[in-house]
């Protein structure tokens, strides 16, 4: 046998650590973001409030950079803020909010153009149906004409459907009939030929408002005019909607030829209102001990409750990551979350996957883990 002296065992060793340091130094592993670890199943977003966009709290704002490679405005591109008179449109906040996701190289999400609530009042003053109709589509049409080619999708319609599946009869409908609907994508594509297009709603899990859902949308494809995607919202609970009510909407979504995103997602833990037979939600229960159980802190059983949720939801996100574009959460820390407001006031709630100090709960870390488990399974 060759024999190798010390000193050349010493020089190889020399040798052999430089090498390991260099390629350390050439490829420096990214860190374990979301915004890393989701990179090649769908995009991972979160909806962002004023102070967010403009970047006021600095370790808020690193974790919005570091994290998510989407954005969503939570309010700012609503008619009431963004078009608050038939003349004036005001879009300083939200053009930060384009700069603040071109900074990050983020997939930016508009939020939203035809929606009856958050209104600007003045367009409930127009009487006259014709008038109505131009004023509608003025809306859209100079709303997508400013940010042509800056936003990457637009929730085109928001919230259209009641839970049996039938239009709802918003200010939209009652004036313009359904046609509103083919109308608002029609609009939109004619300014701009390349945004994404998607219909956003709540409880897109539920039997027949996912009939009325996937109704709605062939009508609209089957008049030859562009729908690119159905947005679940994903306002969810502990232990509803169930696993399987996800996955089927998830599926029955794409058989539509679209694509499915979940566009604001939380998973409250507070006991649900409407889960109690004939609840008049505010004023019943503002104030109420019963419905607002940790008003102090999350204990450590909830806690892993929603470490499991989130898990579960998020296995089956992965599971059909060919359907989805993109998971985006409805804020980043629970501070921030408006279901410490709704449906009742004053509520202490933890939906979201960082804390009142903004450090990640074990939400988070599941969702990483779960990734890196998938990212590790063989093949099929
Ligand atoms: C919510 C915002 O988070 C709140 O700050 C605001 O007071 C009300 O609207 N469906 C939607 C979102 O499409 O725009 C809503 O956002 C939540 C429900």
């Known amino acids: ?10 020089t190889l060793a020399i040798f052999a650590i430089a090498i390991s340091c260099k390629k350390t130094e050439e490829a420096p592993s990214q860190p374990n973001t979301l915004r890393n670890v989701y990179k090649d199943a769908f995009y991972i977003g ?3 409030n004023r102070f967010q966009i403009e970047e006021t709290d600095s370790t808020m ?3 919005v950079g570091k994290e998510f490679n989407s954005i969503t405005a939570e309010n700012m591109m609503k008619s009431v803020h963004m078009h608050p008179k038939r003349d004036t449109f005001n879009f300083e906040i939200a053009d930060k909010f384009v700069a603040l996701g071109e900074k990050y190289d983020m997939f930016i999400h508009g939020h939203t153009l035809i929606w009856h609530s958050q209104l600007s009042p003045w367009f409930k003053t127009i009487e006259d149906s014709l008038e109505f109709a131009d004023v509608a589509e003025k809306h859209v049409k100079d709303i997508t004409t400013h940010f042509k080619g800056k936003i990457d999708s637009w929730d085109v319609v928001n919230e259209a459907l009641n ?3 039938t239009l709802r009869n918003s200010i939209f409908l009652k004036k313009m009939g359904e046609d509103y609907l083919a109308s608002a994508f029609k609009w939109t594509a004619e300014i701009d030929p390349d945004v994404d297009l998607y219909y956003n709603d709540y409880n897109m899990t539920n039997v027949d408002k996912r009939k009325g859902a996937i109704r709605m949308v062939k009508n609209i494809l089957d008049q030859g005019i562009k729908v690119d995607g ?3 919202q994903g306002h969810w609970h502990l232990n509803s909607p169930s696993l399987e009510d996800i996955e089927q909407s998830i599926i029955d979504y794409s058989e539509l030829g679209v694509k499915v995103a979940i566009t604001e997602l939380d998973v409250s833990v507070l006991p649900n209102p409407w889960d109690l037979e004939g609840a008049e939600i505010s004023q019943n229960f503002e104030n109420s001990e019963g419905m607002n159980p940790y008003k102090e802190s999350l204990p450590d059983s909830i806690q892993v409750k929603l470490a499991n949720r989130y898990k579960d939801i998020f296995n089956i996100f992965l599971k059909h990551k060919d359907k989805i574009s993109r998971v985006t959460f409805w804020g980043v820390s629970d501070g921030q979350s408006w279901l410490n407001g709704f449906p009742i006031r004053g509520r202490t709630n933890y939906p979201l996957l960082f804390d009142r100090d903004l450090k990640p709960k074990a939400a988070y870390d599941s969702i990483i883990a779960l990734k890196e488990r998938f990212d590790k399974q063989p093949a099929n």
């Open 46 to 48: 979160t909806a962002v």
């Open 1 to 10: 046998m060759m024999k190798i002296s010390k000193q050349t065992l010493l």
């Open 163 to 165: 839970e049996d599946g």
């Open 61 to 63: 704002a690193a974790i």
């Open 230 to 232: 159905i947005g679940m």
